[in-house]
Structure formats: C-alpha cells, structure tokens
C-alpha cells in the first residue's frame, strides 16, 4: 500500500484528534514501521489495519466508519494535489466511471508497484453501478472514497452497498441520482 494512504491516514488522525492521539495509535498498533511513513514508501497494507484497530480501540469509533471517514478525507486531499484528474469531470459518475481507464491508468504510471483495487463499471441513465474488487479488505475506504466523490460535485446521490457472490469482489455499490 502506498505511503501517501499512511501519511494522510495520519495526518486525519492528527486533525480530528491531536498530535497526541496519533502517537497512542502508532503505540497501540506496534506497527514494524513504528509509525515512519514517506509517501512514496509502500508498506503492507496490514499495517494500515492495525492502525485504523488502534484508532477504534482509542477512540471507541467502529472501525468501519473511521475507515470510511477516511475515504472521505482522502478523496479530498487528492481532489487538492491532483487536480488535474478533475479536469473535464462534468459530475460524479463521469468521474467514477473513468476510474479504470483514466485514475488508475495514471496511477500505475507514477507507481508501477501499486497495488490497486479494480473496478467493474456499469452505467445506466440515472443509476451507476460500481462492482469493487481487492486481495484487501478495503471496501470501507472506497465507499468513503466514493461519499467524498458526490460531495467533491455538491450532489445528492443516493449511495447503497450490497454484498456480491461474484470471484474476487467484495462490493457493489449501486448510485442512483436523487432529483
């Protein structure tokens, strides 16, 4: 997992909570690292579990809606430092819909070793479906990923997630505009 994903992990941490509680967190996960992340260092994302446990364990937050929280504020932070993928999105489905072929495409460019969930796109008049597929356990930050998305375009979407049988996939997420 890429470091940018620790380093603004912790830098969430530090903004809702404080300086203090990223330190408990970093102690309470006794991760390998010790909690030294750069942005381009890659760490195994089991490290990033044990510090999103932490977090719940200090914080008394489901681990699933800090994680998700997470997606929210990272979709922000990249919507600031890469901006340019944002150039031409009209709204929320054209920019989910080019995920593949358009984010990911130029992320595999700048990190050739990223290791990135994929995405299966469905689109239809008002609904979008996005099948998410990972080897992690990160359906939560993507649908916060997702969350951040609509609110980036001042949407109203409603956002459902369902469980699938399909190989390999975690979750659907179906978008249905709202007026």
Not at 42 to 59: F, G, I, Q, S
Not at 91 to 100: A, H, P, R, T, V
Not at 139 to 151: F, M, S, W
Request: hydrophobic content about 45%; aromatic content about 12%.
């Amino acid at each position: 997992m890429k470091g940018l994903v620790f380093t603004e992990f912790l830098e969430m941490v530090e903004a809702v909570w404080s300086l203090d509680m990223v330190d408990a967190v970093i102690d309470r996960a006794q991760v390998a690292t010790g909690g030294a992340y750069t942005s381009v260092g890659t760490y195994p994302h089991t490290e990033m579990l044990a510090l999103v446990t932490a977090l719940a364990a200090e914080t008394g937050q489901p681990a699933g809606e800090l994680v998700r929280a997470f997606g929210r504020h990272l979709f922000g932070r990249f919507s600031k430092l890469y901006g340019q993928f944002f150039t031409g999105a009209r709204d929320s489905f054209q920019f989910l819909s080019g995920i593949e072929e358009v984010i990911h495409a130029e992320v595999r460019k700048l990190y050739p070793d990223a290791e990135l969930p994929g995405f299966e796109v469905e689109s239809r008049t008002d609904t979008l479906i996005l099948t998410y597929f990972s080897s992690h356990p990160f359906a939560d930050l993507a649908h916060g990923l997702i969350e951040g998305c609509v609110a980036y375009f001042g949407e109203r979407v409603d956002i459902r997630r369902e469980d699938t049988d399909l190989p390999g996939a975690q979750v659907r997420f179906v978008l249905r505009r709202l007026g």
